[in-house]
Every structure is written in structure tokens, then in C-alpha cells.
């Protein structure tokens, strides 16, 4: 136009993300300190199972064995059960100020420890090294400050009533974020007196077993929280035991509702944290760039291995095929491999049942004649992997718009009008999380309104805070954990006039 | 004359940008870890891409003679290459020349009434063709702020083609000044005021480093999609430039990984992407020596230093 020997090339209009400047390897190199065998934790000693059974904790990085683990039954359960029963009348009459200061401990503890446990976490879990460490751990952590805060003022969270605490409460606890959900349960349940048995998930018991390490140096009495491991059978023993006053358990919809099954007519409480599958809808007047990257931070952190993940984008039909597009570019720059490199923005699936089970669901996709799309990424040859997805041309009926994947797999659905969002997003057995994106924030508020979802994140996603209760609707669960909602989930609440 | 309106339907069109969102993702960049070969790699990059700058009342021929034997051998060691320009006032260009033509180093001249903009277009076109016949390679101008914050975007868009025909076959750097736009939203309309008028390979640049807040990871952000969406719709490749406080190389680098991230490997080179710096340089010469001889140098033993004990 203006100087004719600088016009526009023809050129393909494509980015290019080359090798030109490749990242080196940059592996996180402290260590985690993982013990070659351990024990369960039992009134603050370490036992040996009764079972005389052990099982091995392997590392999804590359499938080698990282520590082999107690496997506890039935009776180990109830050992655990009696100690923590023992535990509970002193700890219970505690002053909350004294209570509070065990939970600061703790929290300060992690935060000391932070590296070494994510690192941990990393190895045992399988999510980049720089989720652990920027999330998990920082997160933790805030869980037990935000209760430790909670454990001198529980006469203030319903004014003129008082918070009982229930007694001993068991926790069954996923992979997904092992210490993470470790933190979300033990806070408050400690911090309003009680006192508990909690078994990690099979997969990932190791990080719960460290945290041992850190309520011995804490000082916390004995008994006050007991650690079990083991797969089903030892999560049905914590659960059943009749020791136990509540039970709070986070994982699948199906588990949870076999758990209610068994408990209904017993007297304990239960809450439930279970599956998702949340929409993520992005209106045509929503900062594109900003809500593709919501997009992308809502199913492919941790892999996808989070229950309010936004594995549904319904997006305006509009903007469809610029959604599409600024997606696929966006997902050539993610790393998968890895976990432990620095660099990695998605790491390893957990399990070989969980990757099956992506598959699965993957070729059920294919199969149903959605469009898939996969950026080409090498994946390490060992150690389960699988690259970040999104299908295309997904319609409502489809499986992967139903079912939970739990991996790192967007499934893409349009829509017209907000009605119609709202219809799409509800239409779900699930009802944990929803994302709104749009400029307009009356919209915000009448979708909110109209989403039947716990959490609704507005222009952003997957945010959290130890103040805010996080909980589902329908098949997503009961109770809330977090926020000063998340106390009367643990206590019994009593009005003395 | 537009009025505002004109600016909500340029950001209607454009798309509008979310603050926390952009912040969010940058704070990425700067949690890359970069090692061993890449971090060589990106250091020396980075070095291709600095305009060295001395903007100051106080610059004299010799002052800008020392800066260009800087910039045309940054270190002893002579794997360290030379800078893409130097970047002074007009009235320095000549002398600027002297030492530089011939050379691979660019002679970059900022005009139009650098920083503020504020003399009648006449003059400030008088400047950059004056600046350009003395032998400047490069044209850093400002955009009128004034105009664009009072809804003329017509006129802040007549007068950057103004300033593009005065240049003739000189580069031309667009300072959007984010600093007095003030919100990505604005900063990313004016992005695309100036791109549309633009040649391939001209820049789009942050700032003067004359205000209080200069290059930001976020308005390089804002900028960099700004190039790439332009780029996907018209094919022009558009040049970027953050500018003014950039002091260090590991700051350079998270700006490097935006962009590889952001828009691709075709805008890892010097005709895409520059730096407008000067202390900049002597940090990533020091990372470069301590690369090589696993030792930090005193920073006395680096010339134009300006940290000393």
C-alpha cells in the first residue's frame, strides 16, 4: 500500500511451533524422601498391617516401584478405629486455641516441607512438577491455616448456637489430588474436635504417609488421626466400621452411592464429593483469547483428573469455528511428558485402569463420529500417557458428552441462545461445577442463577479458596468442604436457650 | 471525527481482552525453566535483539560513539554477537552513522516529537524525514495518545500512514505508549489501529520508557496475539517491541518464551522481535560469560557498565 516493495507474502497462515528454541530438560531435582516400605499409622505409631499384606506403589512417570505399602483389613481398621476413639474425649475438650495451634503446625510444616512433597506427590501421582508445587502444596497448606483460624471462633459461625464436634470421623480420600483432599478433610474435621481414620487412595497412599511424619513433629496426641491404606476392601471397612460418626468420602459417583446405600439406617452422617462434568460455556462476546485459556486450564490441568473439570465447552455456534481454531493453536504449545520436568504442563495418568478407561472412552468417541483432534506430541515410551484431545462435532447423546473421562479429553458442543446453554449445561446427571464467559455481567448473574452446579466460575475456572464451599448438586454429591459451610459438615449443631 | 463509539466498535470487532485472564497466562512465561543449551541459546537471542538505547538530554557524540562500538562488540569474547541497533535521538543519528554503516548494526532514531507526541504533525513529520536523511535505518514514533483517548482513532491512524510515507524505505516502530492507554482493551485497539496501515516487518512497540510503567509481560501479551490474530486474517507479518524496563536476562528470557509460546518460531529473529534496552545488554553478557566459565564476573569487568563497587 504504501511502500510497494514490502507487501504481504502469500504465505500460509500458520504458526509455527517448531524446535527452533527447544526447552532442555529441566528436572526437578530435590529429593522426596520416600521410604522403601511403610507401615500404617495407628495411634501415632508405626504398625505393621495384620494383614501381613503389602502392595507396591508404583510411579505412573515411568512404572517403577517407589515404595511397597501396608495393606490394612479389617481388624487393622478397627485398631484404627480405637484409637482414634481413645483419642477423641481429651482432644475433643481441647480449648480451640489449642487445637488452632496444632493445625498452624502443621500448615507451617508443609509449607517447610513444600518441595519435598511435591516432588513426592509428582512421583507417586504422576501431574507436573509445577502444578505440586504451585498449587497443591501452596494449597494444602492454606487449608489448614484457613481452619486452624476456624478452631477458636466455632461459637461464631452460627451466633448463639454451639458446634459439637461429631467423634470420630472416616475420610476416603481419591489420587487425584492426594494430599490436597488429605488437607481438605483433616482441617476441619480437626479444628472442630474430632477425630479420624482416612484412607488414601491405593494409587497414591505416599504422600499421606509422609504427612505422618509432619503430625509427629507437630506433636499432635496420638490417635488423633490415623492413616490406613489400602484399595476397596479397606475403604468398605473404614466406612462400615461402627465406631465411626460421619463418614466424608471424595471419588466416584458409583462408590458414593454404594457408600450411602450401606450407611443409610446407621445413624452417620455422610457427605459425598463425587464426579462431574461440567460445562464451560463461552458466550460470543467473551474475551476469546482469555476464555481459551479457561478452556484449556479447565481440562487439562491435572490431566483432567479433577471432578469439576470443564470437560464440556458449549460454546456459541457463532464463534464455534474461532474457538476451534485459537484452541488447536493454543494446544500446540502445551508439553505433555514428564511430570518431573519443569516445563511439563501435562504429566502422566495416574493408573493403567484410568489410561484403559481413557482409551476407552476415546475410541467410544471416535466410534460415535465425533472429530478428534490430538497435537502432535511425542510421548515418553514408558509410564502412562496420553496426549491433550478435544472432539469436535460432539452432540448431547454422544458418550464422551455424558460420561466422566477423567483424562485430559474436551468434548466440544455449540449452542444458540442462553436458553439453550442452560438446557445443555443442566442436562447432565452431574452437578458440580459450571464456567460462564462472556463481557456482560448481568448474563453472569442470570446464568448462575439458572446453573444447577455448586461452584460457577465467571472469566475464569478452576479457581479455589479455602473460604469458599465446594460441593455439588444431584449426582455430584452433598455437603461442602471449605468456607465456613464446610464446619457444619462436621459438628452437630446445638441451640441452648 | 469518530467519537468514542468508535473505539467500543473497534474493540467489538477486534474482540476485548480480560485482565485477569492475560495476567494468568503470563505468569507462566516466567515459571519456564530454561537450562543449559536453551538458555545459551535464548541469551544469545536475546542479544540479536536489543536496541541499545541512550535517550537523554545529556547524550553527546561521544557518548553515543561509546554506545555504538558497545553495540557492534558487546563482550571480549567474540562468540557474542552484536546487537540489531542502537536506538538515539535525531539529532544523534549522524554521528551514530559514522560508526555504523556498513555495519549489521541498525541505526534506529525515535521522532515525531519522542515522548509525548505533542507538536503539530508537520513537525513531527519534519523530524523523522530529517532523522531518515541523516541516515537512520529505523523510525521509533509515538501515537497520539491525546487523539486515541479522546475517540479519534481516524486521525491517530492517518497520522501513523503519515509518518509510514515520511519514512520511506526506513522501518517504522509504533510506540502505543501502553502506559498512558492504560487498559489492555485500549492497548490492543490501538495495536490494530497501527497494524492496519502497516508494512510487513514494521513494529508495534510498548512504550517510551519515559513514564512510570513500560514493558509488562501482559501488554507484550496483549500485543503478541494482537500480531498473531492480525497475521492469521491478513497474512502481514507484524514486528514487535517491548520497551523500557527490561533490566535483566532472565526477565529477557520470559519474554523470548511469550513469544515462542505466542506467536511461533518465525518471530524468534531480530526482524520480528527487539528489545528496547540498555542496561539490559550487560546482564545478558554476564549470564553468557557465566555460561561459558561457570563463574559470575565482577561487573566492572564488563565495559559500559554502570554497576560498579
Given at each position: 500500500m504504501h511502500s510497494p516493495k514490502r507487501t504481504a507474502r502469500p504465505v500460509a497462515r500458520e504458526l509455527l511451533f517448531g524446535n527452533l528454541w527447544e526447552y532442555d530438560a529441566a528436572p526437578e531435582s530435590s529429593p522426596a524422601f520416600i521410604d522403601a516400605s511403610y507401615g500404617l499409622f495407628i495411634g501415632g505409631k508405626w504398625v505393621a498391617p495384620k494383614t501381613r499384606k503389602t502392595f507396591y506403589s508404583i510411579s505412573p512417570r515411568n512404572e517403577e516401584k517407589l515404595s511397597e505399602i501396608a495393606l490394612a483389613g479389617a481388624a487393622d481398621v478397627d485398631a484404627a478405629y480405637q484409637a482414634a476413639a481413645k483419642a477423641f474425649p481429651a482432644w475433643s475438650k481441647l480449648p480451640g486455641s489449642e487445637r488452632a495451634k496444632y493445625l498452624f503446625r502443621i500448615a507451617r510444616l508443609l509449607?517447610?516441607?513444600?518441595?519435598?512433597?511435591?516432588?513426592?506427590?509428582?512421583?507417586?501421582?504422576?501431574?507436573?512438577?509445577?502444578?505440586?508445587?504451585?498449587?497443591?502444596?501452596?494449597?494444602?497448606?492454606?487449608?489448614?491455616?484457613?481452619?486452624?483460624?476456624?478452631?477458636?471462633?466455632?461459637?461464631?459461625?452460627?451466633?448463639?448456637?454451639?458446634?459439637?464436634?461429631?467423634?470420630?470421623?472416616?475420610?476416603?480420600?481419591?489420587?487425584?489430588?492426594?494430599?490436597?483432599?488429605?488437607?481438605?478433610?483433616?482441617?476441619?474435621?480437626?479444628?472442630?474436635?474430632?477425630?479420624?481414620?482416612?484412607?488414601?487412595?491405593?494409587?497414591?497412599?505416599?504422600?499421606?504417609?509422609?504427612?505422618?511424619?509432619?503430625?509427629?513433629?507437630?506433636?499432635?496426641?496420638?490417635?488423633?488421626?490415623?492413616?490406613?491404606?489400602?484399595?476397596?476392601?479397606?475403604?468398605?471397612?473404614?466406612?462400615?466400621?461402627?465406631?465411626?460418626?460421619?463418614?466424608?468420602?471424595?471419588?466416584?459417583?458409583?462408590v458414593g452411592k454404594s457408600i450411602q446405600r450401606a450407611l443409610a439406617g446407621t445413624g452417620k452422617r455422610l457427605t459425598l464429593e463425587l464426579g462431574g462434568k461440567a460445562a464451560n460455556i463461552v458466550f460470543e462476546d467473551a474475551p476469546i483469547d482469555q476464555a481459551v485459556e479457561g478452556i484449556i486450564n479447565g481440562i487439562f490441568f491435572n490431566q483432567g483428573h479433577v471432578c469439576c473439570?470443564?470437560?464440556?465447552?458449549?460454546?456459541?455456534?457463532?464463534?464455534?469455528?474461532?474457538?476451534?481454531?485459537?484452541?488447536?493453536?493454543?494446544?500446540?504449545?502445551?508439553?505433555?511428558?514428564?511430570?518431573?520436568?519443569?516445563?511439563?504442563?501435562?504429566?502422566?495418568?495416574?493408573?493403567?485402569?484410568q489410561l484403559d478407561?481413557?482409551?476407552?472412552?476415546?475410541?467410544?468417541?471416535?466410534?460415535?463420529?465425533?472429530?478428534?483432534?490430538?497435537?502432535?506430541?511425542?510421548?515418553?515410551?514408558?509410564?502412562?500417557?496420553?496426549?491433550?484431545?478435544?472432539?469436535?462435532?460432539?452432540?448431547?447423546?454422544?458418550?464422551?458428552?455424558?460420561?466422566?473421562?477423567?483424562?485430559?479429553?474436551?468434548?466440544?458442543?455449540?449452542?444458540?441462545?442462553?436458553?439453550?446453554?442452560?438446557?445443555?449445561?443442566?442436562?447432565?446427571?452431574?452437578?458440580?461445577?459450571?464456567?460462564?464467559?462472556?463481557?456482560?455481567?448481568?448474563?453472569?448473574?442470570?446464568?448462575s442463577n439458572?446453573?444447577?452446579?455448586?461452584?460457577?466460575?465467571?472469566?475464569?475456572?478452576?479457581?479455589?479458596?479455602?473460604?469458599?464451599?465446594?460441593?455439588?448438586?444431584?449426582?455430584?454429591?452433598?455437603?461442602?468442604?471449605?468456607?465456613?459451610?464446610?464446619?457444619?459438615?462436621?459438628?452437630?449443631?446445638?441451640?441452648?436457650? | 471525527m469518530r467519537n468514542s463509539l468508535g473505539l467500543r466498535s473497534l474493540i467489538e470487532e477486534i474482540g476485548g481482552v480480560d485482565q485477569v485472564g492475560i495476567d494468568e497466562r503470563v505468569a507462566k512465561y516466567a515459571t519456564r525453566s530454561i537450562k543449559k543449551h536453551a538458555k545459551v541459546f535464548g541469551l544469545k537471542l536475546a542479544t540479536t535483539m536489543v536496541d541499545l538505547t541512550t535517550l537523554?538530554?545529556?547524550?553527546?557524540?561521544?557518548?553515543?560513539?561509546?554506545?555504538?562500538?558497545?553495540?557492534?562488540?558487546?563482550?571480549?569474547?567474540?562468540?557474542?554477537?552484536?546487537?540489531a541497533a542502537v536506538c538515539v535521538y535525531p539529532a544523534m543519528v549522524k554521528h551514530a552513522a559514522k560508526l555504523l554503516k556498513g555495519t549489521s548494526v541498525k541505526i534506529a532514531s525515535v521522532a515525531t516529537a519522542f515522548p509525548s507526541g505533542q507538536s503539530s504533525l508537520k513537525i513531527r513529520l519534519a523530524e523523522v524525514r530529517a532523522a531518515v536523511s541523516d541516515g537512520a535505518d529505523e523510525i521509533d514514533m509515538v501515537i497520539n495518545r491525546g487523539a486515541f483517548l479522546a475517540g479519534e482513532l481516524a486521525r491517530v491512524q492517518d497520522e501513523i500512514s503519515a509518518v509510514l510515507e515520511a519514512c520511506g524505505e526506513a522501518t517504522l516502530k509504533v510506540i502505543l505508549e501502553t502506559s498512558e492507554l492504560e487498559t489492555y482493551d485500549n492497548i490492543r485497539a490501538a495495536s490494530f489501529l497501527a497494524m492496519r496501515v502497516l508494512r510487513p516487518g514494521d513494529f508495534i512497540k510498548t512504550s517510551t520508557g519515559k513514564t512510570s510503567a513500560n514493558a509488562t509481560l501482559g501488554n507484550n501479551q496483549v500485543m503478541l496475539e494482537a500480531i498473531r490474530d492480525h497475521f492469521l486474517a491478513t497474512g502481514v507479518e507484524i514486528a514487535m517491541k517491548p520497551a523500557g524496563g527490561i533490566r535483566t536476562a532472565k526477565e529477557a528470557l520470559h519474554f523470548l518464551v511469550a513469544v515462542k509460546e505466542t506467536l511461533g518460531d518465525a518471530w524468534l529473529n531480530q526482524d520480528r522481535y527487539r528489545f528496547g534496552a540498555s542496561a539490559l545488554l550487560n546482564d545478558l553478557v554476564r549470564q553468557m560469560v557465566k555460561e561459558k566459565t561457570g563463574v559470575y564476573q565482577a561487573p566492572y569487568t564488563f565495559s559500559e557498565s554502570t554497576t560498579a563497587y
Amino acid at each position: 500500500m504504501h511502500s510497494p516493495k514490502r507487501t504481504a507474502r502469500p504465505v500460509a497462515r500458520e504458526l509455527l511451533f517448531g524446535n527452533l528454541w527447544e526447552y532442555d530438560a529441566a528436572p526437578e531435582s530435590s529429593p522426596a524422601f520416600i521410604d522403601a516400605s511403610y507401615g500404617l499409622f495407628i495411634g501415632g505409631k508405626w504398625v505393621a498391617p495384620k494383614t501381613r499384606k503389602t502392595f507396591y506403589s508404583i510411579s505412573p512417570r515411568n512404572e517403577e516401584k517407589l515404595s511397597e505399602i501396608a495393606l490394612a483389613g479389617a481388624a487393622d481398621v478397627d485398631a484404627a478405629y480405637q484409637a482414634a476413639a481413645k483419642a477423641f474425649p481429651a482432644w475433643s475438650k481441647l480449648p480451640g486455641s489449642e487445637r488452632a495451634k496444632y493445625l498452624f503446625r502443621i500448615a507451617r510444616l508443609l509449607q517447610d516441607r513444600a518441595r519435598e512433597f511435591a516432588v513426592a506427590e509428582t512421583l507417586d501421582g504422576g501431574k507436573p512438577i509445577k502444578e505440586s508445587r504451585d498449587f497443591d502444596l501452596p494449597m494444602a497448606a492454606a487449608h489448614f491455616f484457613y481452619h486452624a483460624g476456624w478452631a477458636d471462633k466455632l461459637n461464631y459461625v452460627t451466633p448463639g448456637r454451639v458446634l459439637e464436634p461429631l467423634g470420630v470421623v472416616g475420610q476416603v480420600i481419591p489420587w487425584n489430588f492426594p494430599l490436597l483432599m488429605l488437607a481438605w478433610k483433616l482441617a476441619p474435621a480437626l479444628a472442630t474436635g474430632n477425630t479420624v481414620v482416612i484412607k488414601p487412595a491405593e494409587t497414591t497412599s505416599i504422600t499421606a504417609l509422609k504427612f505422618a511424619s509432619i503430625l509427629q513433629d507437630a506433636g499432635l496426641p496420638p490417635g488423633v488421626i490415623n492413616i490406613v491404606t489400602g484399595a476397596g476392601d479397606t475403604g468398605a471397612a473404614v466406612v462400615n466400621h461402627p465406631l465411626a460418626a460421619k463418614i466424608a468420602f471424595t471419588g466416584s459417583t458409583a462408590v458414593g452411592k454404594s457408600i450411602q446405600r450401606a450407611l443409610a439406617g446407621t445413624g452417620k452422617r455422610l457427605t459425598l464429593e463425587l464426579g462431574g462434568k461440567a460445562a464451560n460455556i463461552v458466550f460470543e462476546d467473551a474475551p476469546i483469547d482469555q476464555a481459551v485459556e479457561g478452556i484449556i486450564n479447565g481440562i487439562f490441568f491435572n490431566q483432567g483428573h479433577v471432578c469439576c473439570a470443564g470437560s464440556r465447552l458449549l460454546v456459541q455456534e457463532s464463534i464455534a469455528n474461532q474457538v476451534l481454531s485459537k484452541l488447536k493453536i493454543r494446544m500446540k504449545s502445551l508439553r505433555t511428558g514428564d511430570p518431573l520436568d519443569k516445563n511439563t504442563d501435562v504429566g502422566a495418568i495416574n493408573s493403567r485402569a484410568q489410561l484403559d478407561r481413557i482409551h476407552e472412552l476415546v475410541a467410544s468417541g471416535v466410534a460415535e463420529g465425533a472429530e478428534l483432534y490430538q497435537p502432535v506430541c511425542e510421548l515418553p515410551h514408558k509410564g502412562f500417557y496420553f496426549p491433550p484431545t478435544l472432539f469436535s462435532k460432539v452432540s448431547q447423546s454422544h458418550r464422551i458428552a455424558r460420561d466422566e473421562i477423567f483424562g485430559p479429553v474436551l468434548s466440544i458442543l455449540t449452542f444458540r441462545t442462553p436458553e439453550e446453554a442452560i438446557e445443555k449445561a443442566n442436562n447432565t446427571h452431574y452437578g458440580l461445577s459450571a464456567g460462564v464467559w462472556t463481557d456482560k455481567g448481568s448474563l453472569i448473574l442470570k446464568m448462575s442463577n439458572e446453573l444447577k452446579a455448586g461452584v460457577v466460575w465467571a472469566n475464569s475456572y478452576n479457581k479455589f479458596d479455602p473460604s469458599s464451599p465446594f460441593g455439588g448438586y444431584k449426582e455430584s454429591g452433598f455437603g461442602r468442604e471449605g468456607g465456613k459451610q464446610g464446619l457444619l459438615d462436621y459438628a452437630k449443631l446445638k441451640a441452648t436457650f | 471525527m469518530r467519537n468514542s463509539l468508535g473505539l467500543r466498535s473497534l474493540i467489538e470487532e477486534i474482540g476485548g481482552v480480560d485482565q485477569v485472564g492475560i495476567d494468568e497466562r503470563v505468569a507462566k512465561y516466567a515459571t519456564r525453566s530454561i537450562k543449559k543449551h536453551a538458555k545459551v541459546f535464548g541469551l544469545k537471542l536475546a542479544t540479536t535483539m536489543v536496541d541499545l538505547t541512550t535517550l537523554e538530554g545529556k547524550d553527546t557524540p561521544g557518548k553515543v560513539a561509546s554506545l555504538c562500538q558497545k553495540a557492534l562488540r558487546p563482550h571480549d569474547d567474540s562468540d557474542i554477537p552484536p546487537t540489531a541497533a542502537v536506538c538515539v535521538y535525531p539529532a544523534m543519528v549522524k554521528h551514530a552513522a559514522k560508526l555504523l554503516k556498513g555495519t549489521s548494526v541498525k541505526i534506529a532514531s525515535v521522532a515525531t516529537a519522542f515522548p509525548s507526541g505533542q507538536s503539530s504533525l508537520k513537525i513531527r513529520l519534519a523530524e523523522v524525514r530529517a532523522a531518515v536523511s541523516d541516515g537512520a535505518d529505523e523510525i521509533d514514533m509515538v501515537i497520539n495518545r491525546g487523539a486515541f483517548l479522546a475517540g479519534e482513532l481516524a486521525r491517530v491512524q492517518d497520522e501513523i500512514s503519515a509518518v509510514l510515507e515520511a519514512c520511506g524505505e526506513a522501518t517504522l516502530k509504533v510506540i502505543l505508549e501502553t502506559s498512558e492507554l492504560e487498559t489492555y482493551d485500549n492497548i490492543r485497539a490501538a495495536s490494530f489501529l497501527a497494524m492496519r496501515v502497516l508494512r510487513p516487518g514494521d513494529f508495534i512497540k510498548t512504550s517510551t520508557g519515559k513514564t512510570s510503567a513500560n514493558a509488562t509481560l501482559g501488554n507484550n501479551q496483549v500485543m503478541l496475539e494482537a500480531i498473531r490474530d492480525h497475521f492469521l486474517a491478513t497474512g502481514v507479518e507484524i514486528a514487535m517491541k517491548p520497551a523500557g524496563g527490561i533490566r535483566t536476562a532472565k526477565e529477557a528470557l520470559h519474554f523470548l518464551v511469550a513469544v515462542k509460546e505466542t506467536l511461533g518460531d518465525a518471530w524468534l529473529n531480530q526482524d520480528r522481535y527487539r528489545f528496547g534496552a540498555s542496561a539490559l545488554l550487560n546482564d545478558l553478557v554476564r549470564q553468557m560469560v557465566k555460561e561459558k566459565t561457570g563463574v559470575y564476573q565482577a561487573p566492572y569487568t564488563f565495559s559500559e557498565s554502570t554497576t560498579a563497587y
